[in-house]
């Protein structure tokens, strides 16, 4: 028979408790990509789906944190961190970091860079990172059904480079230690692409009506 699964919950203590406060202190005042919606929304959501994959307290604590370095400060927050929470928290943290100063380096150069630091990365620092990945590409999904292409303008990557991102990391996360993340990622990432296409496929169909239309009212103007 196969090995049981532990159904015992991870300790959940004064530790996740401080966290929480400090990621809702640093971020205060931040949104989502021109939206109304708390940043710390995300962080409580990443750190939700590390849980519910079998994360322990400090990886929903690595959770909570995973944008505080990039977003609020830098090597000296990482440092902060590390001090506040420990190697481990601190560890998972700049594993799911791509830019640790201002200015940041170009959009394209930052995401690659990051696609290859997550192809050495170990199995808690992917967990957490691909949480974070399917929270941003559910979201997207969800803004994409509700005001379609016009959603592409918040993102540096903009339509292209976003959807190439997102796929890049979906295979890589794939390609070694799946996890339940990842899979789930991979399919948020294969119905976001699959969803455009279709718009698209919509789009220039409507547009090819149009103009055979218009091609129709020229040769029988009196019609």
Request: proline share 3%.
């Given at each position: 028979?196969?090995?049981?699964?532990?159904?015992?919950?991870?300790?959940?203590?004064?530790?996740?408790?401080?966290?929480?406060?400090y990621a809702a202190e640093k971020h205060a005042g931040q949104t989502r990509k021109q939206?109304?919606?708390?940043?710390?929304?995300?962080?409580?959501?990443?750190?939700?789906?590390?849980?519910?994959?079998?994360?322990?307290?400090?990886?929903?604590?690595?959770?909570?944190?995973?944008?505080?370095?990039?977003?609020?400060?830098?090597?000296?927050?990482?440092?902060?961190?590390?001090?506040?929470?420990?190697?481990?928290?601190?560890?998972?943290?700049?594993?799911?970091?791509?830019?640790?100063?201002?200015?940041?380096?170009?959009?394209?150069?930052?995401?690659?860079?990051?696609?290859?630091?997550?192809?050495?990365?170990?199995?808690?620092?992917?967990?957490?990172?691909?949480?974070?990945?399917?929270?941003?590409?559910?979201?997207?999904?969800?803004?994409?059904?509700?005001?379609?292409?016009?959603?592409?303008?918040?993102?540096?990557?903009?339509?292209?480079?976003?959807?190439?991102?997102?796929?890049?990391?979906?295979?890589?996360?794939?390609?070694?230690?799946?996890?339940?993340?990842?899979?789930?990622?991979?399919?948020?990432?294969?119905?976001?692409?699959?969803?455009?296409?279709?718009?698209?496929?919509?789009?220039?169909?409507?547009?090819?009506?149009?103009?055979?239309?218009?091609?129709?009212?020229?040769?029988?103007?009196?019609?």
């Open positions: 028979m196969g090995k049981r699964k532990s159904l015992k919950p991870p300790a959940l203590g004064v530790r996740l408790q401080r966290a929480f406060r939206t109304a919606v708390p940043y710390l929304s995300h962080l409580m959501a990443v750190a939700s789906l590390v849980l519910e994959a079998g994360g322990d307290e400090e990886m929903a604590i690595a959770a909570l944190l995973h944008d505080v370095v990039e977003d609020c400060g830098g090597m000296p927050r990482l440092r902060e961190v590390r001090k506040l929470f420990g190697r481990r928290v601190a560890h998972i943290v700049e594993g799911c970091t791509d830019s640790f100063g201002e200015p940041k380096a170009e959009w394209v150069e930052r995401k690659k860079d990051y696609l290859r630091e997550v192809t050495h990365a170990d199995a808690e620092t992917r967990l957490v990172s691909a949480s974070d990945k399917l929270h941003n590409v559910r979201t997207i999904l969800a803004d994409y059904r509700k005001d379609g292409e016009a959603i592409w303008a918040r993102f540096s990557g903009k339509k292209e480079g976003t959807l190439w991102y997102y796929r890049a990391l979906s295979d890589e996360f794939q390609r070694r230690g799946a996890n339940r993340n990842t899979r789930e990622l991979e399919i948020a990432v294969a119905e976001l692409e699959t969803l455009v296409r279709k718009s698209l496929a919509r789009k220039s169909k409507t547009s090819k009506s149009k103009s055979v239309a218009k091609k129709k009212a020229v040769v029988d103007p009196g019609k």
